[in-house]
């Protein structure tokens, strides 16, 4: 069965640090991974995925994951955190299934402390 | 650019009442799917489906149906709504093609509150 975890609920980080929030992932087989924003109040926002080939994937505003195999983790990074990256991120593993499902973390809340 | 669309946004039910959420898609994607989203959780699929008329359960199905009658259309309904389904539902498609390789496009959600 495939599932992800996110080790942390909430993560702080001071705006113009570094931040990075932690996933890692249990599957049989290649894993299809992704990671996922949700703003207050709206839907999840689709950030990167990774699926083969370089393990440092980029993705929107300014986002990457670094995929690695022998970790069995996927930690999405910034090098700089603004303020308005203040949100609910979550962490996914494609189900193998024919459901084309994706499997969800319990999220992780960031917040940039101005 | 609609995407995905889901009616309504907010509705309060009492015990025992009934109600249909309905999500619509216009990017002709395959797959369709309902979450709910609840606290501490994560996203929990409710039910899916691979293509117009054809469901399947997910991780969470009991106390809900679905239908999916037209491509565009994937309904959730709660035929005796408990206090237990008070969640945040959220719809979403896709499909798999070349350069679309299985993410999820979501809608805006659905706020229950069951009293």
């Known amino acids: 069965a495939q599932s992800v975890a996110q080790p942390e609920d909430q993560v702080n980080v001071a705006e113009g640090n570094p931040l990075t929030v932690k996933c890692t992932y249990s599957?049989?087989?290649?894993?299809?991974l992704f990671w996922y924003v949700q703003y207050p109040n709206r839907g999840l926002q689709f950030l990167l995925k990774?699926?083969?080939?370089?393990?440092l994937v980029k993705g929107s505003y300014g986002f990457e994951a670094e995929f690695n195999k022998s970790q069995t983790s996927f930690h999405l990074k910034k090098p700089s955190a603004l303020v308005s990256d203040s949100a609910l991120y979550f962490c996914?593993?494609?189900?193998?299934?024919?459901?084309?499902?994706?499997?969800f973390g319990t999220g992780t809340r960031l917040t940039v402390i101005p | 650019n609609a995407g995905v669309t889901q009616t309504p946004k907010f509705r309060v039910l009492k015990t025992g009442q009934s109600m249909t959420l309905l999500c619509a898609q216009d990017?002709?994607?395959?797959?369709m799917y309902w979450y709910r989203q609840d606290p501490g959780m994560g996203l929990r699929l409710i039910h899916y489906?691979?293509?117009?008329?054809?469901?399947a359960k997910g991780e969470v199905p009991d106390g809900y149906n679905v239908s999916r009658l037209k491509k565009q259309n994937f309904l959730l309904g709660l035929e005796s709504a408990a206090p237990s389904q008070t969640s945040v539902y959220f719809c979403?498609?896709?499909?798999?093609?070349?350069?679309?390789?299985?993410?999820?496009?979501f809608g805006e959600g659905s706020r229950l509150t069951v009293l």
């Open positions: 979403a498609s896709s499909t798999w093609t070349a350069s679309n390789t299985g993410e999820l496009f």
């Open positions: 599957v049989s087989g290649n894993p299809y």
């Open positions: 990774y699926i083969t080939g370089d393990n």
């Open positions: 996914a593993v494609r189900d193998l299934t024919g459901a084309n499902n994706l499997f």
């Open positions: 990017m002709n994607h395959e797959y």
């Open positions: 489906s691979v293509g117009e008329g054809t469901t």
